[in-house]
């Protein structure tokens, strides 16, 4: 490490001879502790906003080749398991040009079957980065030295298996600042069944958890477990209207920056009617797309339409305004559908529960009496009608002799 008797100097007072050689001092120093991005979902190739994938991606990974040390990237580089051709040679492409090193994960977009070879496989393949599945590497400059593992993702009920699995082959050293880089659900985020914990992983014991995944800036474990977010839009809800970016993390100070990057503007607006006919609802949401495109007009717009139509008149009779980049959500009457749904579902219920009792009564009734014919064969042609219960009981009758 840095030999203290040089922070010693840097801390008397200097003659002008030695204004130089502080100078050179200070350089050494800042080298001393690492910057690291960590990027997260990029999309590339998402077909409803394909060209913002690519906008969005490039400005984080070039600003990142800039400011950083090291970048780490956290799942989901490509839309698909299976990219296009022209899809991966843009990304090629942006790899090639990029003079900081890249360690990386898979995520549940590009994960595939044990033995087939996933596209961020075929990245590390090409040389343009290190796939850091179930593995790890230490990366070293100047005297710093950074441990770092990756398990890309697995399915969410495999979780807890995989981290254990990791934990027993991997150990991150005691004296090393070490990361860990994921991408999985934790149910502190998202909802959803037998999902792991942020705190699960106080086993493994990481300096750092990275989590991609997730499509919104977030944190927990007192800031050592932090989520930069997607770079591109995708989700089309209220926290996507968050700007897009990555996260640069400072090794010497334990901090980090959340670095904003270009990216279009989503705005979601809202909607709401009473007794509207679907003309008037037409025409009030026109009204506010054209207002909201002449302010932004490079804007994504979602407006979500709520509440009751006139009487007469269902959902699907709206007839809704069409624009680019222009999202309708269409919820008009959504407690009296929720309502048809319910009456629909107890109503099927009741019937299947009703023919099952039924059919077990006739069962119990006949048991032991009857053997000619099968008793459930019978409901079920009585269901169908008395005459047709008739000719089932003909037809099974034995023959006289």
């Not at 999202?327 to 407690?335: C, G, H, L, T």
């Not at 048809?340 to 109503?347: A, F, Q, S, T, V």
Request: charged share 30%; with cysteine; glycine share 6%.
């Amino acid at each position: 490490m840095f030999p203290r008797f040089c922070f010693l100097y840097l801390c008397t007072a200097e003659t002008h001879s030695q204004t130089a050689f502080k100078a050179l001092l200070l350089n050494k120093i800042r080298w001393l502790f690492l910057k690291i991005a960590a990027i997260g979902d990029t999309h590339l190739g998402y077909s409803r906003f394909y060209d913002d994938s690519f906008i969005q991606a490039k400005a984080a990974f070039r600003d990142a080749d800039q400011k950083a040390d090291l970048i780490l990237f956290l799942g989901d580089l490509y839309d698909s398991r299976v990219p296009s051709i022209q899809v991966l040679g843009e990304a090629i492409s942006l790899f090639r040009e990029l003079k900081t090193p890249v360690f990386a994960i898979h995520g549940n977009h590009e994960r595939r079957s044990r033995g087939l070879l996933n596209p961020v496989g075929l990245m590390e393949s090409a040389g343009l980065l290190k796939h850091l599945h179930m593995n790890h590497e230490v990366f070293e400059k100047d005297g710093e030295r950074v441990f770092i593992a990756g398990m890309g993702n697995v399915p969410d009920d495999l979780a807890g298996r995989a981290m254990e699995k990791l934990r027993e082959k991997i150990a991150p050293p005691e004296d090393t600042f070490s990361i860990l880089m994921l991408h999985q659900s934790f149910r502190e985020f998202v909802y959803g069944e037998n999902l792991p914990s942020i705190n699960d992983l106080e086993p493994l014991k990481y300096s750092l958890y990275l989590n991609g995944h997730i499509h919104t800036q977030k944190e927990g474990r007192e800031g050592n477990f932090l989520i930069p977010g997607s770079t591109v839009l995708t989700q089309l809800t209220q926290e996507e209207t968050k700007p897009k970016g990555y996260l640069l993390y400072d090794t010497k100070e334990k901090t980090h920056e959340f670095v904003e990057i270009p990216s279009r503007e989503f705005i979601l607006e809202e909607l709401e009617f009473e007794k509207a006919t679907p003309s008037e609802i037409s025409e009030k949401t026109k009204e506010m797309a054209e207002a909201v495109f002449r302010a932004s007009p490079e804007a994504i717009l979602r407006i979500k339409l709520k509440g009751t139509m006139a009487q007469g008149f269902r959902s699907t009779d709206l007839s809704i305004p069409r624009a680019h980049n222009l999202y309708i959500d269409n919820r008009m009457d959504e407690k009296r559908i929720k309502r048809e749904i319910m009456k629909l579902r107890e109503l099927r219920e009741s019937r299947v529960s009703l023919k099952e009792v039924s059919e077990k009564r006739l069962r119990e009734r006949l048991e032991g009496k009857v053997s000619f014919f099968d008793p459930q064969k019978l409901f079920e042609h009585l269901l169908e009608g008395p005459e047709t219960g008739m000719e089932y009981l003909k037809m099974k009758r034995p023959k006289r002799l």
